[in-house]
């Protein structure tokens, strides 16, 4: 699966976002758990028992390769530099991190669909939250 998109966050900008920084450093296995719900809807307890269940095994990479290529997916994102593979087994909680980073930097974006029968996309702004 190769994407066409570039990331928006790099692997080891853990520390430009504190609080994200924190949370997957402290709680790994929670962020992924909210990771997941927001890429593709799973259950965010249930994924965070997942992972901390695999961490036990040093298996957590497992679950964690496929949320993220799941992302990739989603948005399209052309495979980091370092590698899906080797980034959820050597660096866990960074590409966590960095995955938390780009979900939030992408919830802003507008969505872009392009209707059968149309020449041009149609700009789809979400709703600004308060």
Known sequence: M???NDWNEKI????????????????????FGSNAAKIDGKNCFLMCCLYGLAT?????????????QNLRKKYSLKEDSC???????????????QEARELKSR??????????????????????RT
């Open 83 to 97: 590698g899906d593979l080797p980034a959820t087994i050597c660096c866990s909680p960074c590409a966590l991190c």
């Open 107 to 128: 919830e802003n974006e507008p969505s872009v669909a392009v209707k059968s029968g149309q020449d041009a996309p149609v700009v789809i702004q979400q709703p600004a």
């Open 56 to 68: 036990n095994f040093y298996l957590c990479c497992i679950p964690h390769y496929f949320e993220r």
């Open 2 to 4: 190769e994407g066409t």
């Open 12 to 31: 080891f900008d853990c520390c430009k976002d504190g609080k994200t920084c924190c949370y997957g450093f402290c709680c790994t296995p929670c962020l």
